[in-house]
C-alpha cells in the first residue's frame, strides 16, 4: 500500500542471504535506486497474471505453528514478538486475521516483507506499519490501524472487501477488474486476467520489475508481491490445504467439507469445498452439510456472526453457535469464551 517503502526496502530483502531463498540470474538486473544487482531477472512474470486466485485465498491448512517456524527459520523480529493490543504471537496473528477474511497466511508473509522487511529482518523497524495498510505516501498512518496485529487484519480485510467485490463482477474502489483494461502508475498497460492480479494492482497499483511486458526497472510493486509469494512458497514444507474440511476464521475452527460460513468480515457465506472456501453469495447455497450464519438478536435489534456472545439478561449470556441457535454461555461475562469457542464480539447488559 505504501509505495516508496516497497522500493527502499527491496534491497534488504534481496540481501538478506536466507538459504533456499537465494538465487542467481543468469543475466543480472540492476536497480535503478540503488546500483545493486537483483537477484532474479526481470522476465519472470506475466503482469497480466501475477498470482492465481488460490494463492491469495488458500493456504487452509497452515498453522500458527507453521509460521512461526518459517519466521524463525528466517531470523525474523517477528519470530520473538507478541502484540500486547491482543495478547498472541506474531504467528497466531498472520494466520487469524489472515483465515478471519479467507486470505492465505502465507500471502500475508508476503506482503508483510514487501511492505515492510519483518518476515527478514531481525529488528522491529516498520512494526507498527507492517503491511502498509492505512499508511499512504502522503502522510502518516492511520491511528486505528497503528500496530503489528491491526495492520494484518487491515490488510486482510481490504483484499477480501476487493476480492468480495470482484467475485460480484463488480470493480474494485479504484477500478480494477478482471478483464477490463486498466493503467498502472509505472505506467503500464494492464489487463488482470484473474481477481487476484486485479486486488493486488488495488492495494499496489503499479507493476515494477519483476514481470514482463511492462519494461519496467524500478524495483517494488505488485510483481514483488509474486516474486515473494513464490520464493516463500517453495522455502519451507507448507500445509497448503487441510486433509478434511477448511478453516474458518469466523467460526475460529476448521469445519467440514461442504460446510457453509456467513463470513464475519462481510456476512457473505462461502462453502467448504476441497480445502477451500468458495463463492461469495448474499444467499445462503442450497446444499450445505452444516451452516454457520448470523443469529437473530432480539436484544441487540439485529444479525451477529458466529461466536458472539450476548448479555440478555443479569444472570444469563448466550453465543451464536451452529444453524444460527443461540447457546448458553453462563462465563462468557467473565472469560470471554463459551461453548463456541472465543466470543468473536462480547455485548454486556
Known amino acids: 500500500m ?9 534491497p534488504a530483502l534481496l540481501a538478506a542471504g536466507c538459504g533456499p531463498l537465494d538465487e542467481t540470474p543468469s543475466e543480472p538486473v540492476i536497480d535503478e535506486l540503488t546500483g545493486q544487482v537483483l537477484q532474479e531477472a526481470t522476465t519472470k512474470y506475466d503482469m497480466h497474471r501475477l ?6 485465498t488458500g493456504g487452509t491448512g497452515i498453522t500458527p505453528a507453521q509460521v512461526q517456524a518459517f519466521l524463525q527459520q528466517q531470523g525474523s523480529y517477528l519470530a520473538g514478538y507478541t502484540d500486547p493490543a ?8 498472520i494466520v487469524e486475521r489472515s483465515r478471519a477474511s479467507n486470505i492465505s497466511p502465507l500471502y500475508m508473509l508476503a506482503r508483510i516483507q514487501g511492505e515492510s522487511s519483518l518476515i527478514q529482518s531481525g529488528t522491529s523497524t516498520n512494526l507498527s506499519k507492517a503491511t502498509g495498510c492505512g499508511c499512504p505516501d502522503t502522510s502518516g498512518c492511520d491511528a486505528q490501524y497503528v500496530g503489528f496485529g491491526k495492520q494484518v487484519e487491515c490488510a486482510a480485510k481490504k483484499m477480501r472487501g476487493y476480492l468480495t467485490d ?5 470493480a474494485t474502489i479504484s477500478g480494477w477488474k478482471t478483464g477490463v483494461t486498466k493503467s498502472t502508475s509505472d505506467p ?4 488482470p486476467v484473474n481477481n487476484a492480479t486485479a486486488a493486488l494492482y488495488t492495494y499496489t497499483p503499479w507493476v515494477g520489475a519483476y514481470a514482463i511486458q511492462c519494461g519496467r526497472t524500478t524495483v517494488g510493486g505488485s510483481s514483488l508481491m509474486a516474486s515473494i509469494y513464490n520464493r516463500y512458497k517453495t522455502a519451507y514444507p507448507w500445509t497448503l490445504t487441510t486433509a478434511e474440511g477448511c478453516y474458518s476464521g469466523t467460526v475460529d475452527a476448521t469445519v467440514p467439507e461442504g460446510s ?3 463470513s464475519s468480515s462481510d456476512a457473505l ?20 452439510n452444516v451452516s454457520f450464519p448470523y443469529c437473530v438478536s432480539t436484544r441487540l435489534g439485529r444479525g451477529v456472526p458466529t461466536r458472539t456472545c450476548v448479555q ?30 472465543p466470543c468473536y464480539a462480547t455485548y454486556a447488559l
Open 2 to 10: 505504501k509505495l516508496r517503502l516497497c522500493v527502499l526496502l527491496v
Open 51 to 56: 498470482l492465481e486466485d488460490s494463492d491469495v
Open 86 to 93: 491482543y495478547g498472541k504471537t506474531a504467528a497466531t496473528l
Open 166 to 170: 470482484l467475485e460480484a463482477g463488480r
Open 188 to 191: 503500464c498497460t494492464v489487463t
Open 260 to 262: 457453509c460460513v456467513q
Open 269 to 288: 457465506w462461502r462453502q467448504c469445498s476441497q480445502g477451500v472456501f468458495i463463492g461469495g453469495t448474499t444467499a445462503k447455497p442450497s446444499n450445505c
Open 312 to 341: 440478555v439478561s443479569s444472570t444469563v449470556w448466550q453465543q451464536c453457535g451452529a444453524e444460527g441457535v443461540w447457546r448458553d454461555a453462563p462465563g462468557a461475562g467473565t472469560t470471554g469464551v463459551g461453548p463456541m469457542g
